[in-house]
């Protein structure tokens, strides 16, 4: 069996702002079609295989944390918030108070959660276009940095 890393993701922001729905998107390559609020947090997993030089690849498991976002859990959020390689932060774009509280989450997780130093740390900012109908490309990019 090959040798396989554990990559461990953080996904947070608001609730309602489609957390849950992209990391269905992501490990399941479909849309969610019935979404729930996520009490806690839920991981789902994808593995991911990369090329390397010389014809090797390299299998990594990726673990997506989707951290409920209701506020009135925001005391007991800081338990799933382990060592993580990676942060994802995700805001609806048709509710400007879910761009601003992205500076509260990230601060909430950078508070209570030690970065990995197996791997370069990431951070992403997603946007969604959360709307009545709800379609797959609906996920937006916005930003990367180190």
């Given at each position: 069996m090959a040798d396989v890393d554990k990559v461990r993701i953080l996904v947070v922001g608001?609730?309602?702002?489609?957390?849950?729905?992209?990391?269905?998107?992501?490990?399941?390559?479909?849309?969610?079609?019935?979404?729930?609020?996520t009490v806690g947090c839920s991981v789902d997993v994808k593995?991911?295989?990369?090329?390397?030089?010389?014809?090797?690849?390299?299998?990594?498991?990726v673990e997506l944390w989707d951290i409920g976002g209701f506020s009135g859990h925001e005391s007991s959020r800081s338990i799933f918030y382990q060592p993580t390689h990676g942060l994802i932060l995700v805001h609806d774009l048709t509710n400007w108070?879910?761009?601003a509280?992205?500076?509260?989450?990230?601060?909430?997780?950078?508070?209570?959660?030690?970065?990995?130093?197996e791997f370069e740390s990431a951070l992403f900012r997603i946007a969604n276009a959360c709307t009545s109908q709800?379609?797959?490309?609906?996920?937006?990019?916005?930003?990367?940095?180190?």
């Open positions: 608001d609730s309602g702002v489609g957390k849950s729905s992209l990391v269905h998107l992501i490990c399941h390559d479909e849309p969610l079609t019935k979404s729930s609020w593995l991911h295989e990369t090329s390397a030089v010389g014809n090797t690849s390299k299998l990594f498991c108070k879910s761009y509280n992205l500076t509260k989450w990230l601060a909430e997780v950078m508070n209570g959660s030690p970065v990995s130093s709800r379609s797959p490309g609906s996920f937006y990019l916005m930003l990367l940095l180190k």
